[in-house]
Every structure is written in structure tokens, then in C-alpha cells.
């Protein structure tokens, strides 16, 4: 008995290398061809992201050169990242003041290789990080700025970012989020009459945007982005961002909103202006640090109801926060198989007919999270067997076998 079990420890032993590697695909990033080029034909970019410490990481950094025409900045080109809160107290004009820094040297490097960024994001109600926005002087300790300060101050921190970056990196940046994540999940989140479900309160507190800018924020920050845009004569298309936008109570709200931007202003002939160029769908698809939901069928005809759905208003759609999550490791090649199925059923046939409505899927699940963090943001977001490359930056079966449905293989 003795004998036998140190024969399975020693089996076992040898078997676990085995195991270690079971999701990589025996290949190196250069092996393939830029899986950009292979979308390209079927007429959306390819995208992924990168936080500012990525770009210490040559492997990673390395593999978006590779890989993708496309790139979001994780969290540098938001609100929170960019405004300086001395700079704002001390501007000769009262109006917003940022440091670009960290943001600048992302969308440099993103130039220098040729690469498109998408600007994310201009507005986004999940303000906690600096509510003195909103104050007076830019004083949490005073009293909030009046509706028109604030608007004052929004119009100018939208034409100032917008304007930076065109001007500093003419035509890096293609689109811009203008607005993220406005719209609630449940009805407390919303008033009961308002069609478009926007938020009036976030994480327990006041939507701060909703409260001191005014209920149609998410409207006039898009006139705002217009007006910036139309006076640089940028080819800079505007976008909504959110996520849950393939589920239908929320799709729903999205096409409301929708109208509702669309019909905000009218130019000098009194026609409606065009405010609004596209829908961004964050593609966080499965459970939340859960295998609940994951691979489930319905998520493709769902993902692939909403394309046409948005398109139908005039939209481009963009999946723009991919994350095909898996937590369970035995589910390995059904994961790679529901990946391979995504690309063929929706994303390679949904510019099959004279209007081109996708233009982008931006993956942002590309490297796997520790297996054993499971308390971690990232664990949760983008799970620990769902993505392309490994924890080590290998590539794994699941890249191979999107790649290979890219060739028609």
C-alpha cells in the first residue's frame, strides 16, 4: 500500500506541469499574425487596454503592440486622474485645471505604434474621488457651486480634455466616451417617470452630476462634446458607455436615452443636431466573481440583438469592456468554444449588410487574475480562466481559437 501511494505522489508529480500548462496553446505572441489584421477584413477594430503601470511590463506592452489597433486607458484619461484639485483653486479664470502626465505618455506611446485610442471617459457619475468639483472654489469644506457654476465648469473640462489631446495627438484619439454608466439597475435607482432610468443616486449617495449640473446632464455633455468637437473639425465620434446594455429592461432605457440626446438641440435651421455617434457596450459577460451566468447561450443572441437593436437608431456600436469570464477551469474548452462562437455568429456577420454598425470590440479580460485572490477587483471582473493570456502572459487555447475563427479555420 505503501509502495502504491508513493508511486501516485510521484505520478502525480510529474503530471502537474502538465496541469499547470493544460490552457496554454504551445505558441508565442509572434507565431501568429496581429489578430487585428484579421478582423480588419470584417470591418471593426481590435482593441485592448493598458493601465500606466503596464507600461512597465514589456511582455504585456509587447502583445498590444502585436495584437491590437485599438487601446483604452484603464483609469488615466478619466476625471478623477486628470483634474488637479491645487490647479483648480488657484486657475485666473475659476475653471477646471488637469495633469495630463500620466495620460500624455499612454496616448504617446499609442501613436508612436500606430495605434487608435479611445478617450474614456469624459463623464462619469462615480465621483467620490473628487467631490470638491462641485463646491465652491473647489472646497469640500464650503457650500456647493450654484447649476450654472457647474455647468460652466463641465463645458470647460470637456472642451479643455477633448482639445488637449487633439491638438498634442492629432487624430490618436478616434472616439470618446462622453458619458459612462448613467443608467441604474433598479428602479430606486431612478424617477418613476424618467423613460431614460438615469441615475439619481450612486453608491447610496446623490448622483452629483444629476443634483448640481442638472437632470439632462448626460444631454448637455454631449452637446458639450459636440460644440468641442465641431469647432476643431475632428473625425472624433461621440459614444455612451455602459454595461448590462444586451439585457433588455436596460437596452430598453439606453434607446430613450438615446432620443432624448438626439432631440437636445437644433441648429440654426431648427433641425435636430446629431449629438450622440455611438453605443459602447461593456462586454462583461457572466457573473460577477461568480460562475452564475457564465457561458451561457443567451448572452450571444443577446449581444447580437442589441447590435441590431442600437444600429436601427443610427448608432455605431462598440463592445468596449470585454471580459468573457469563466471561473471554472474544467470548462476550459467550453469557454474557448463560446469565445470562437462570439466572434462567428456576431461579430464577424454584424457588418454583413450595407450599414456597418460595429466598429470596435475592445477586449479589456486579457490576461487571467490569480486563482487564489478571490476577493480581488480584478478576480471578479475579469475571473481567473476566462481571458488570453495567462497569468505568466502565456497565450492560451482560448486566443488560438479566436485567432483561427478570425482565418476562417
Known amino acids: 500500500m505503501k509502495k502504491l501511494f508513493s508511486l501516485a505522489v510521484a505520478l502525480l508529480i510529474c503530471l502537474l506541469p502538465l496541469l499547470s500548462v493544460a490552457e496554454e496553446a504551445g505558441t508565442v505572441s509572434e507565431d501568429y499574425d496581429p489578430l487585428w489584421t484579421l478582423a480588419e477584413p470584417y470591418g471593426f477594430k481590435l482593441g485592448g487596454c493598458f493601465g500606466i503601470w503596464d507600461m512597465n511590463n514589456a511582455a504585456y506592452m509587447n502583445f498590444l503592440a502585436r495584437h491590437f489597433n485599438s487601446v483604452t486607458c484603464t483609469n488615466e484619461t478619466k476625471a478623477y486622474s486628470l483634474l488637479n484639485q491645487a490647479r483648480c483653486k488657484s486657475s485666473d479664470d475659476g475653471m477646471p485645471r488637469m495633469d495630463y502626465t500620466n495620460a500624455d505618455k499612454m496616448v504617446a506611446w499609442a501613436q508612436k505604434h500606430g495605434i487608435g485610442v479611445r478617450g474614456h471617459v469624459l463623464v462619469w457619475d462615480a465621483v467620490m474621488q473628487y467631490p470638491w468639483f462641485f463646491h465652491e472654489d473647489y472646497d469640500e469644506k464650503k457650500p456647493f457651486a450654484s447649476q450654472e457654476t457647474n455647468r460652466v465648469r463641465l463645458a470647460s473640462y470637456i472642451d479643455q480634455v477633448i482639445s488637449h489631446f487633439e491638438e498634442k495627438f492629432p487624430g490618436v ?4 466616451d462622453v458619458v459612462n454608466e448613467a443608467i441604474g439597475d433598479s428602479a430606486s435607482d431612478w424617477r418613476a417617470n424618467d423613460p431614460r432610468h438615469i441615475r439619481i443616486v450612486r453608491d447610496g449617495g446623490k448622483n452629483m452630476f444629476q443634483a448640481y449640473v442638472g437632470d439632462d446632464y448626460v444631454e448637455y455633455a454631449f452637446l458639450c462634446a ?15 458607455n455602459d454595461y448590462n446594455l444586451f439585457f433588455a429592461e436596460k437596452r430598453e432605457a439606453a434607446c430613450a436615452l438615446v432620443k432624448s440626446i438626439q432631440a437636445y438641440a437644433t441648429d440654426e435651421e431648427g433641425n435636430p443636431r446629431t449629438l450622440i455617434d455611438g453605443m459602447g457596450m461593456q462586454g462583461y459577460m457572466g457573473g460577477y466573481g461568480t460562475q452564475n451566468g457564465c457561458l451561457d447561450q443567451s448572452i450571444i443572441s443577446n449581444v447580437k440583438l442589441s447590435i441590431s437593436t442600437y444600429a436601427q437608431l443610427g448608432l455605431e456600436v462598440q463592445l468596449t469592456e470585454m471580459a468573457v469570464r469563466n471561473f471554472d477551469k474544467t470548462r476550459v ?14 461579430f464577424m456577420k454584424a457588418n454583413t449588410e450595407e450599414k456597418a454598425p460595429l466598429t470596435a470590440v475592445c477586449i479589456w479580460g486579457l490576461v487571467d487574475a490569480n486563482p487564489n485572490q478571490k476577493d480581488n477587483y480584478v478576480y471578479k471582473m475579469n475571473s481567473p480562466y476566462g481571458c488570453l493570456l495567462t497569468i505568466n502572459y502565456k497565450i492560451k487555447t482560448c486566443f488560438d481559437a479566436v485567432y483561427h475563427t478570425l482565418k476562417g479555420e
Open 333 to 346: 474548452a467550453e469557454h474557448d468554444a463560446f469565445y470562437s462562437k462570439l466572434f462567428s455568429d456576431v
Open 173 to 176: 484619439i478616434y472616439c470618446w
Open 226 to 240: 459636440r460644440n468641442t468637437v465641431d469647432r476643431l473639425g475632428a473625425d472624433i465620434k461621440l459614444f455612451y
